[in-house]
């Protein structure tokens, strides 16, 4: 069954402590993107990708490291520095052309 | 990049036909026009896209005017599953960054 899964779906993070979220797909798309998503707001551009070993900075990258390695997986790291790391994040992919992305099922993230 | 502005919230009764519209004034020549749907606690749906005219597909139908400084998405005879958050997206689909997703429009569904 394609798509996309983001892993785990709730995470907790201690002060000073790093946290890595989990996307994997298997729709063979070529970017990738990590939005964050704050409580009745919208979806912010973290990082996106367009082909492995690539990745440019969104709109809030600071606080946030990303790689690209394969090109099923984008993992997000939640660094220290990021201050206020409490959201929902989101994971999404699509394939060139004009096409839509697809999303994840997001991961929760909150503050210990 | 085209920003785009939709209204906050909308109030609709079973099996009546929603019309959302979005503004995005600066809408560039190579931007498609994209629409998702996204309930609590999940990633957004994709629901239709388009660049002009009219399209239409088994969930939704999607007009854009000749001069594309906005759209309406029309969600034909909703039901209490369709109470969801509803954003309008521009972009230059070509260009993989070049996406703003704005606070989204709330539609409740009333019975």
């Known amino acids: 069954d394609g798509g996309i899964t983001q892993s785990p779906k709730y995470l907790f993070r201690k002060e000073g402590q790093n946290v890595t979220l989990s996307c994997e797909q298997n729709l063979n798309h070529d970017a990738m993107y990590w939005y964050r998503q704050d409580p009745g707001q919208g979806l912010r551009l973290i990082y996106y990708s367009q082909i492995v070993n690539d990745f440019q900075k969104g709109d809030i990258a600071e606080g946030y490291s990303v790689s690209r390695e394969k090109k099923e997986s984008f993992p997000l790291t939640v660094t220290s520095a990021q201050k206020n790391p409490t959201a929902f994040y989101l994971c999404a992919s699509r394939p060139s052309g004009a096409q839509p992305q697809h999303f994840g099922d997001g991961t929760r993230l909150s503050i210990l | 990049l085209a920003k785009t502005t939709q209204p906050i919230s909308m109030d609709s009764y079973e099996g009546q036909e929603v019309n959302i519209t979005c503004s995005h004034n600066n809408i560039a020549t190579n931007d498609y026009i994209t629409w998702y749907q996204q309930f609590p606690s999940q990633g957004p749906r994709f629901i239709i896209q388009?660049?002009?005219t009219k399209v239409t597909n088994e969930v939704a139908s999607l007009f854009i005017p000749a001069d594309r400084k906005s759209s309406t998405l029309s969600l034909p005879r909703v039901s209490l599953s369709d109470t969801a958050v509803y954003y309008c997206l521009v972009g230059e689909t070509y260009n993989f960054n070049k996406f703003y997703f704005g606070s989204g429009t709330k539609l409740n569904v009333k019975p």
């Open positions: 388009g660049y002009k």
